[in-house]
């Protein structure tokens, strides 16, 4: 089961920057003109857990393996994407794709690298892309409609289910606003179906300079109040100091991020913030050979989150060994654990949690 999330914006706010420190390389290239970033670049990253190393410690575990996420940096999009401008029709057509936006907004000033619209304004920016979104969205349902009503007008069910979604979205975006605030509760399968852009759930991440990475600035604060009127996520990075930081040897980073007054690289930061995003967690499996993380969906059942493994897991499941983390770490591992009653056998309708540690057991 493969999560990600786009990487968006405008040209020359440092998405590709950012892309290149999450993935620690220079496969997107990072450069001072619009476009340079024509294909879709795509790196999966570790999620950070410290719990992973902690189980592993008790465990004995010969091999750590964290879950992972899967960021795409997408072209630089402009003004008139929606009908063709720049790059348009191949950004369009790759944010589609993906399960969440994390939208990069530049809050620096800096007279060495240009903007598209000659001045610096994230909030500006914010609603450049998302209308181009909206108008995108609002196009493909328009298109869409007219047919579905056909189908309805049959009684045909799904389109019955289909256009009362889509009738009170379309006006909506006519309206100005994203589609996601017309779906009803009870919708949401529906209109996650409909693969619209601006249905997905939003990270914008703050791009300041290196002085303001720790406490952002007023930029940075203006979309931290953007973010929360629109119900979105926000982070502050610096893009520049995260690209250094992705340079260093692993015994290095602590040092230098303390030197900067940061506790953890905004990079830990964005990806933690795009897992939440999904509305993932992780549960563990722990042994001799490996430690491992598992990413699911918050309220996956026992069998499902089994299937993730393998299918064989799901299709002869039979229980689910679970030990809570706490009782996991607390109690010493997984011998004591159960010899003090806190290993749990649950059945198919167990909804894991976040931090279980569980061991499946199946018959194919």
């Not at 990072?30 to 570790?46: D, L, Q």
């Not at 401008?85 to 950004?91: M, V």
Request: hydrophobic share 45%.
């Amino acid at each position: 089961m493969g999560f990600n999330c786009g990487i968006v914006g405008l040209p020359n706010v440092g998405k590709s920057t950012l892309f290149n420190a999450l993935t620690a390389t220079v496969a997107a290239q990072a450069a001072n003109y619009p476009f340079c970033t024509i294909e879709p670049n795509v790196g999966r990253v570790a999620v950070p857990d410290p719990r992973l190393e902690t189980l592993a410690k008790i465990g004995k575990s010969a091999k750590v393996v964290p879950t992972s996420l899967e960021f795409v940096d997408i072209a630089g999009l402009v003004r008139g994407a929606s009908k063709g401008e720049g790059l348009g029709n191949q950004f369009l057509a790759n944010i589609r794709e993906v399960d969440a936006i994390v939208h990069v907004l530049r809050c620096f000033e800096d007279s060495d690298v240009t903007h598209v619209d000659g001045s610096i304004d994230p909030i500006r920016d914010a609603d450049t892309v998302e209308t181009e979104l909206m108008l995108a969205d609002l196009e493909s349902l328009e298109k869409r409609l007219p047919q579905l009503q056909k189908k309805a007008r049959g009684a045909d069910k799904e389109s019955v289910a289909q256009v009362a979604v889509i009738e009170p979205m379309i006006a909506t975006l006519a309206a100005g606003r994203p589609a996601r605030t017309a779906v009803a509760p009870g919708q949401e399968a529906t209109a996650r179906a409909l693969g619209l852009m601006t249905t997905k759930p939003v990270l914008y991440v703050c791009n300041v300079e290196e002085a303001s990475a720790a406490s952002g600035n007023a930029l940075s604060e203006r979309v931290a109040a953007m973010a929360k009127e629109k119900g979105a996520a926000h982070v502050v990075v610096s893009a520049a100091i995260e690209a250094e930081i992705s340079q260093l040897a692993e015994a290095d980073k602590a040092e230098f991020l303390a030197g900067l007054g940061l506790s953890d690289s905004g990079l830990d930061r964005v990806i933690r913030a795009g897992y939440g995003l999904l509305g993932l967690i992780t549960y563990f499996t722990v042994g001799p050979k490996e430690a491992r993380a598992w990413t699911i969906v918050k309220g996956t059942k026992a069998p499902q989150a089994a299937g993730v493994i393998h299918g064989d897991f799901e299709r002869g499941f039979i229980a689910a060994e679970t030990i809570a983390y706490d009782d996991y770490v607390s109690l010493g591992g997984e011998v004591p654990a159960k010899e003090a009653g806190k290993m749990r056998v649950e059945g198919k309708e167990y909804v894991v949690r976040d931090g279980d540690v569980m061991l499946f057991r199946f018959n194919v």
